[in-house]
């Protein structure tokens, strides 16, 4: 078995060809697209990065479990190949602007499923509607009521005031109604991204 073109042979009889997988310098080669493709791109060739550095530690891992004299110098080859594909990743990361928040990183270390930190977010965001549902119920609770009082002791104010509000809401959907318009007359659509 040739050690330079072969990366493992192991406990799981796994072999892996070095020869055909492209170089760590190579992988980190992007085409020209849209920032959205860009990003995703850059995404996948971290995740990419990633999964070969997993695969290189494994090497790693059955390298040292059987650890012998004859096996330095592919040891050594593997901890090179470590060493480069790490500092690969590193660059391709640095292109790759992912948030993420603390919280999860927090589950994560203590072995939960981040999941739990997406539904506790959209628990949180419900009671939180809920709430402001009900504020918002009771204004306009409070604003019928009021209405109805200022009618009793103020009828014709309160029918100039119902005039004032039916125009200036005529005039806030005219105005609304024409920003959506092109010079051509056609309407825009919003795209939703």
Do not use: W
Not at 30 to 40: N, S
Not at 130 to 159: N, S, W, Y
Not at 168 to 192: D, H, Y
């Amino acid at each position: 078995m040739d050690s330079t073109t072969t990366a493992a042979a192991g406990g799981n009889g796994m072999t892996m060809d070095l020869s055909e997988e492209a170089s760590p310098m190579e992988s980190s080669a992007t085409t020209a697209g849209t920032p959205v493709d860009d990003q995703k791109q850059n995404l996948n060739q971290v995740i990419n990065s990633i999964q070969k550095t997993l695969g290189i530690l494994h090497q790693l891992y059955l390298t040292v479990s059987s650890y012998n004299v004859a096996s330095q110098l592919p040891l050594l080859q593997r901890m090179n190949n470590l060493v480069l594909e790490l500092d690969n990743m590193s660059r391709l990361a640095e292109k790759c602007h992912i948030q993420v928040p603390v919280e999860v990183l927090n589950l994560i270390d203590d072995g939960k499923n981040p999941d739990e930190f997406t539904r506790d977010v959209l628990n949180s965001c419900i009671s939180k509607n809920q709430i402001t549902k009900g504020k918002t119920d009771a204004f306009k609770g409070m604003r019928r009521h009021l209405l109805e009082e200022l009618e009793q002791a103020f009828p014709d104010e309160v029918e100039a005031y119902r005039k004032i509000r039916a125009s200036s809401a005529a005039e806030a959907k005219r105005s609304a109604k024409a920003q959506n318009m092109l010079s051509n007359g056609e309407t825009k659509v919003k795209t939703e991204n």
